[in-house]
């Protein structure tokens, strides 16, 4: 079957490592058809006090040269010049200002700000307890809240990652969480979004992929077209555990992994 990866990072997202060069090796050397790179948009100062969550806004043009060169070095693999976007309330307008000279957008919600505008990241295990303030459910239902409006912003996102992030730490819903999924999955079919399995859920303490099981299915039944990717963060990790979401896919009801192109269009490999 056919090897793609949608997600990847380099030591440009100043929190991981490896070069586009290496990143897009990596990709060759596993026999992958596509590689899309995948930076982290860069972020206010006020959302990045430490610098370490994203990529440095001086360091865009740098990035879109690093991926033209690897495509004349590397012509025999597809190339995307993607971007992922951390969704913030109070940096719409700095994000869609932004967004422009990239050929995927990848939508993810890895903060949650409160009342006051203070933000806290809670898939940060330094952040732990702000798990304990405010209760699981609510944790979830203000992901959720924010999770919808960056799937119906004016973004109009490719792909939603780790749709499922906030278990990241090993919080995943101990409620019903069948309404949250249904309510995940119908904003994902109504803007026409694609979701991603994004394996690197297996390299964290929660040790699955996202999304879980039941909220694939959910996807799956609502007709929202399924990426993949591995949210490499270093290029051996390129193209990991591809096998075991192929076989999540299928066990949602999913006969076919959806391609994003260079060109915007979608393509769609087989589920053998
Ligand atoms: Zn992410
Ligand atoms: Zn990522």
């Not at 999770?147 to 906030?166: E, N």
């Not at 099981?213 to 591809?242: K, T």
């Amino acid at each position: 079957m056919e090897r793609i990866d949608c997600h990847t990072h380099t030591y440009l997202s100043n929190h991981g490592r490896g070069t586009v060069d290496e990143v897009v090796s990596s990709a060759l050397s596993k026999g992958l058809t596509m590689v899309a790179l995948t930076e982290h948009l860069p972020l206010p100062d006020e959302f990045n006090p430490d610098g370490t969550f994203a990529m440095d806004a001086d360091k865009v043009d740098l990035y879109l040269e690093a991926i033209e060169s690897a495509r004349r070095a590397h012509p025999q693999i597809e190339i995307i010049s993607g971007i992922e976007v951390d969704w913030r309330v109070g940096a719409e307008d700095y994000i869609l200002e932004r967004i422009e000279p990239f050929e995927l957008l990848l939508g993810s919600v890895h903060m949650l700000t409160d009342e006051l505008g203070n933000s806290w990241p809670f898939d940060h295990p330094d952040f732990i307890e702000g798990w304990y303030q405010r209760g699981e459910e609510q944790v979830w239902q203000q992901y959720l809240d924010l999770w919808i409006q960056a799937v119906s912003s004016s973004a109009s996102f490719d792909i939603m990652t780790h749709p499922d992030l906030p278990k990241k730490l090993g919080f995943k819903p101990s409620f019903d969480a069948r309404e949250l999924y249904h309510a995940m999955a119908e904003a994902a079919a109504k803007h026409d979004v694609m979701i991603e399995v994004n394996t690197s859920g297996l390299r964290k303490t929660v040790r699955e992929l996202y999304p879980a099981p039941d909220l694939l299915a959910a996807f799956s039944a609502a007709g929202v077209p399924c990426a993949i990717g591995s949210d490499a963060h270093r290029p051996e990790e390129v193209g990991r555990d591809l096998d075991l979401g192929f076989e999540a896919m299928r066990a949602a009801g999913y006969h076919v992994v959806t391609v994003p192109t260079r060109t915007g269009d979608r393509r769609t490999i087989t589920l053998r």
